[in-house]
Structures are given as structure tokens and as C-alpha cells.
């Protein structure tokens, strides 16, 4: 591969599953930026979600220079459209081990390899050095401690200083999350993996700059990466949505369940993404613009209000229902008695998954 300068850390592979394909296999994407409250349409995947030089290690030869590239394109990029197509397979119900381990690599490299962490470690060593700018001397000599190293400059050459601590903070975030992202992937290889297909084409999935959200399942916030409750998100695509479920509902088995959602699951993910975004909403043409359009309505108060008991009632119902069907099973006249109680409730009787369910038992003649 030819040495590259300009790095994507949201791999083009998995962009283009939101994208229209153009001349010479290019994608083009609906791109809203946060900050300027801008929508641009149709801009090519070369063109977003790349910093330059951010995989490039310091180094003489060119072969240890871009080795992290290399890696990426290799073990992550080449390999994104083997794993998407196994994931949204609905006839694949099970994969190998090694299939799981990749899936698991593969997807949570688009949470390690994003610039975020190096950014606020960035932002952070550059709101110390300007505060330690009026500790100057009257000489305009500044001594400081910085993370426990003692430094001693001359006021003159603190964007110099700042400029070279900052890529001593890069090599060192090369270095690391390798590292983490390894012992990551050996830690979530028992958990549970479902894969979410929305069935309303009028309410499509959209992705971000920053798209894998590592979240509690209770409190929808980020409590540390090692958060035995933490639920992992990642859009897919339009129309599917992957999920990696917390360490204790772990279950060590290579099963992908396959599930079904409607326009309010849409509303609910597609706002995490929103959340978790650094800079930049991804979608494909005019899918940006109908996601505000359903938040817009989804926020208005006689619509919110009805939404949030719906859901959060709906949630709860569904968490008791997975307990009993781990202790009792799928033909329990405990499991089966909860759906049914369920399916008469105003807010479950049309909930896909559910009717699913009573499908099957119907099929085995058990309903």
C-alpha cells in the first residue's frame, strides 16, 4: 500500500453502508455538522471522518512509520464488509468462535482507533500549559509539574513545548490502545450479540464521527469501560443496528439473535448517536433530514410525554420477560403466561418482538 497522509479513523468501508455509490466506487453521504448547524449533501466518504498523520509513528523507516495504518487496513478495513455481511445475514443464527472474535475486533476498532480520547488529552495539556503561562517570572521563565514531570521553559517557546508534549501524548496513545482494544475484545467475547433490523422504511438509521456507544443499561450514561452493565451500540446500516449486551447477561455462546424494532426504537438510537457524536451526523440522502423530522415529533409535549411511559414501561416489561425465558425457557407456561399478559397490555399488543414470539409457540403448538 502506497504511505498514506490522510488517515480515516471511521473506515470508508463502513461508511459506505450509508452512502450512494458514485463513479469509481466512490460513496457519497448526507453530512450534518454539529457546531455550524450545517447540512451538506452528498460529499464524498474520502472526505470525512480523516485526520492526517494520526496513525503515523514517529519513526525513520517507513515501514515501522505506517505499520498502524497498515494494521488497520489489513485486520480492520479490508475485513469491515466480511463482517458486516455475516451480521446482517438473517439466516446466519450462529457463527464459529473465530467468526465472534472478529465481529468483536472489527466493530469495537471504530471506538479505540477515534481520535476523541486523544483529543480531550490534547484539549487538556493545552488548558494547563496556558494557565501556567501567567506563572511566568518576571525573567518569563515558567516551571511547572505535568503529570509528574518537572519542566522549566522560557514563556517564548511555550507553543513549541505544548506543540511537542502533544505528540509525545500521540505516540503514547498509538502505543496503548492496541493494547486496550485487545484485552477489550477477550473481555466482551462472552456476551450476548443481537442484531436489530428496523422494519419501517420511513424511519432510517443514521451514524456519526464517533459511532460505537459504550453506555450503563440503566442510566444511558458511560460508567467506565470495564462496566459490567455497559450495553455497545453501532448503526450498521438504514435498517440495522448491532447490539453487545452487558457482561452479566453474558452467555459464552456464538448465537446472533436477530430482532425487530419500530419507529420508536429508531427515535431512541438514533438520539444515542446524536449524543455520542463529536462533530459530525452521517446519513444517507435525505435520511438526516427525517430523523429531525421524527425527533421533532417525538419531542413535541403531547407526543413526548405518552413516548416515555410507553417506553420506559415497554423496557422494564422486556427485561423481567428475558429473565424468566434464561431461567424457565421459551416453552415455560411461565414465559408463555408473561407474553400473553403482555400482548393484552395497550402498549405491548403491537410490539414486533413479542408477536414474534407468539408466532413460534403458535407454530409449535403451544400458544
Known amino acids: 500500500m502506497s504511505n498514506p497522509i490522510k488517515q480515516h479513523y471511521i473506515p470508508r468501508s463502513y461508511l459506505k453502508n450509508f452512502g450512494i455509490e458514485g463513479r469509481k466506487r466512490n460513496y457519497f453521504v448526507d453530512v450534518y455538522k454539529l457546531d455550524d448547524d450545517m447540512l451538506l449533501e452528498q460529499i464524498s466518504t474520502k472526505d470525512i471522518c480523516f485526520e492526517k498523520n494520526i496513525y503515523t509513528i514517529p519513526a525513520e523507516s517507513d515501514e515501522v512509520k505506517y505499520a498502524l495504518e497498515k494494521h488497520y487496513a489489513e485486520n480492520v478495513d479490508s475485513e469491515f464488509q466480511k463482517v458486516y455481511s455475516l451480521l446482517i445475514d438473517e439466516k446466519v443464527l450462529t457463527v464459529t468462535q473465530e467468526q465472534k472474535i472478529q465481529i468483536l475486533y472489527v466493530c469495537l476498532s471504530l471506538y479505540f482507533r477515534t481520535p476523541r480520547i486523544l483529543n480531550l488529552q490534547r484539549s487538556m495539556n493545552n488548558e494547563i500549559f496556558d494557565r501556567a503561562a501567567h506563572t511566568a517570572d518576571e525573567e518569563g521563565i515558567i516551571k511547572m509539574n505535568l503529570y509528574g514531570e518537572k519542566m522549566k521553559f522560557h514563556i517564548d517557546?511555550?507553543?513549541?513545548?505544548?506543540?511537542?508534549?502533544?505528540?509525545?501524548?500521540?505516540?503514547?496513545?498509538?502505543?496503548?490502545?492496541l493494547e486496550q482494544w485487545g484485552n477489550f475484545v477477550k473481555y466482551k467475547y462472552d456476551c450476548t450479540i443481537n442484531?436489530?433490523?428496523?422494519?419501517?422504511?420511513?424511519?432510517?438509521?443514521?451514524?456519526?464521527?464517533?459511532?460505537?456507544?459504550?453506555?450503563?443499561?440503566?442510566?444511558?450514561?458511560?460508567?467506565?469501560?470495564?462496566?459490567p452493565r455497559?450495553?455497545?451500540?453501532?448503526?450498521?446500516?438504514?435498517?440495522?443496528?448491532?447490539?453487545?449486551?452487558?457482561?452479566?447477561?453474558?452467555?459464552?455462546?456464538?448465537?446472533?439473535?436477530?430482532?425487530?424494532?419500530?419507529?420508536?426504537?429508531?427515535?431512541?438510537?438514533?438520539?444515542?448517536?446524536?449524543?455520542?457524536?463529536?462533530?459530525?451526523?452521517i446519513g444517507y440522502k435525505g435520511d438526516i433530514d427525517k430523523h429531525f423530522d421524527i425527533q421533532n415529533h417525538y419531542e413535541k409535549p403531547e407526543n413526548g410525554e405518552e413516548f416515555v411511559k410507553k417506553a420506559k414501561y415497554r423496557a422494564e416489561q422486556a427485561l423481567i420477560l428475558f429473565e424468566i425465558l434464561k431461567k424457565k425457557g421459551f416453552v415455560s407456561k411461565e414465559f408463555i403466561g408473561k407474553l400473553k399478559e403482555l400482548l393484552e397490555h395497550p402498549y405491548c399488543k403491537d410490539d414486533i418482538q413479542m408477536l414474534k414470539y407468539k408466532k413460534v409457540l403458535s407454530k409449535m403448538g403451544k400458544w
Open 230 to 281: 455497559a450495553v455497545i451500540t453501532l448503526p450498521l446500516d438504514r435498517s440495522h443496528y448491532l447490539e453487545i449486551h452487558p457482561n452479566d447477561y453474558a452467555d459464552g455462546q456464538t448465537r446472533i439473535n436477530r430482532l425487530t424494532q419500530d419507529r420508536d426504537y429508531v427515535f431512541t438510537t438514533n438520539g444515542v448517536t446524536q449524543q455520542n457524536a463529536e462533530k459530525l451526523l
Open 157 to 177: 517557546d511555550i507553543e513549541a513545548v505544548k506543540k511537542e508534549h502533544n505528540e509525545r501524548s500521540r505516540t503514547v496513545f498509538l502505543v496503548n490502545h
Open 195 to 227: 442484531v436489530i433490523k428496523i422494519n419501517d422504511a420511513n424511519a432510517p438509521l443514521i451514524t456519526c464521527d464517533n459511532p460505537v456507544s459504550i453506555r450503563h443499561f440503566e442510566t444511558n450514561r458511560f460508567q467506565g469501560l470495564y462496566d
